[in-house]
């Protein structure tokens, strides 16, 4: 059972977008910032975003991500204009202060049909 | 340019010990606010954490795992090495080293882990616990 709650899956048509969710409580995401991650079948994982929605040199701007206040205790990952080569597996991920560790949430399986 | 390289077992028996080694180049495990760690996969299943080890020594061992795992580190090779004692099937999983960045506080002057993310991964190393 992952500290942070995501959706198992989900899917959207190619050049549409989607939100993947990641819930967590006032110890991790309400008190720190979250990253994303993208990882491929069979490949190791990807820093997707960071410091909520901050992106890595090459990670293009049709990823972007959100929280909806200072205090909240979830983050969102939009991606738009689909493609088919975003098919992958999605983790957000945060620190938490009481636990003193780092925190994954358990994947979001994401389908480009 | 930054990589990392996990090495170590593909297989291991049940009760037996796990040791793997991350091998890292294009940073120093002695810079600050920079930190080596290992997650793990296991099949079918989600990302989790299992250690870290920072810049000035000091560790962080998730709770689901503390009484098992240890990581040390040896920066005159630059590299970070995992134990995992009682391995037993549960444990089979694809282990990855990762590079984890901390966040400089101006208010405080510390280097913290609230804005803490993992820039560099491995490729990973399936290891798998069976008899």
């Known amino acids: 059972q992952s500290v942070l709650t995501q959706p198992p899956s989900m899917s959207a048509a190619p050049g549409q977008k989607v939100t993947i969710s990641c819930s967590g409580n006032?110890?991790?995401?309400?008190?720190?910032?979250v990253s994303w991650y993208q990882q491929f079948p069979e490949t190791a994982p990807k820093l997707l975003l960071y410091d909520i929605n901050k992106r890595p040199s090459g990670i293009p701007d049709r990823f972007s991500g959100s929280k909806s206040g200072a205090s909240a205790t979830s983050a969102t990952l939009d991606i738009t204009g689909l493609q088919t080569g975003d098919e992958a597996d999605y983790y957000c991920a945060s620190w938490d202060s009481s636990l003193d560790g780092v925190v994954f949430g358990g994947g979001t399986r994401l389908t480009v049909l | 340019q930054i990589t990392l390289k996990e090495s170590g077992p593909a297989l291991v028996k049940p009760t037996q010990t796990l040791t793997l080694t991350c091998t890292f180049s294009g940073f120093s495990l002695t810079s600050r606010g920079v930190g080596v760690g290992w997650i793990r996969r296991p099949p079918g299943k989600a990302l989790e954490w299992l250690a870290i080890i920072y810049w000035d020594g000091d560790k962080r061992y998730s709770p689901s795992f503390k009484p098992r795992v240890t990581a040390v580190k040896d920066t005159s090779r630059d590299e970070v090495v995992l134990t995992m004692t009682e391995m037993g099937p549960v444990d089979t999983a694809t282990y990855y080293c990762?590079?984890?960045?901390?966040?400089?506080?101006?208010?405080?002057?510390?280097?913290?882990?609230?804005?803490?993310?993992?820039?560099?991964w491995g490729q990973g190393i399936l290891v798998t616990a069976s008899s």
């Open positions: 990762a590079r984890w960045r901390q966040y400089f506080d101006l208010m405080s002057g510390n280097y913290t882990n609230k804005e803490g993310r993992w820039d560099y």
């Open positions: 006032a110890s991790n995401i309400g008190t720190n910032y």
